[in-house]
Nanobody
Framework: QVQLEESGGGLVQAGGSLKLSCAAS????????IGWYRQAPGKEREFVAA????????DYADSVKGRFTISSDNSPTSVSLQMNSLKPEDTAVYFC?????????????????WGRGTQVTVSS
């Protein structure tokens, strides 16, 4: 089992930056890839970015490429999402999710464990 806890959300003006963190714990946390997802009111949860199991490969949704950067602290236990040039349409609850030996994160239904989420609000 993997426990995930997000932090770093908040209110920011358009064009600003936020950094989210996902703290992962559990006896086999090293067997999981970590992804970031978001869900806006009335919309389905969507993929944002991910680090594959093994740590060598990252993926991004087209909507955040060039603005968001996912990274880990050389361990599977902390994964960050640096968000720059934020737009009002980035407003959502952001979740981190863990997928066992995950290498494909575009389908949220594949995620095995979820955190509780952190709210990001971007004002215009």
């Amino acid at each position: 089992q993997v426990q995930l806890e997000e932090s770093g959300g908040g209110l920011v003006q358009a064009g600003g930056s936020l950094k989210l963190s996902c703290a992962a714990s559990g006896p086999r946390v090293g067997d999981y890839g970590i992804g970031w997802y978001r869900q806006a009111p009335g919309k389905e949860r969507e993929f944002v970015a991910a680090i594959h199991w093994g740590g060598g490969t990252t993926d991004y949704a087209d909507s955040v490429k060039g603005r968001f950067t996912i990274s880990s602290d050389n361990s599977p236990t902390s994964v960050s999402l640096q968000m720059n040039s934020l737009k009002p349409e980035d407003t959502a609850v952001y979740f981190c999710g863990a997928e066992f030996r995950g290498t494909y994160f575009y389908v949220p239904q594949r995620i095995d464990y979820w955190g509780r989420g952190t709210q990001v609000t971007v004002s215009s």
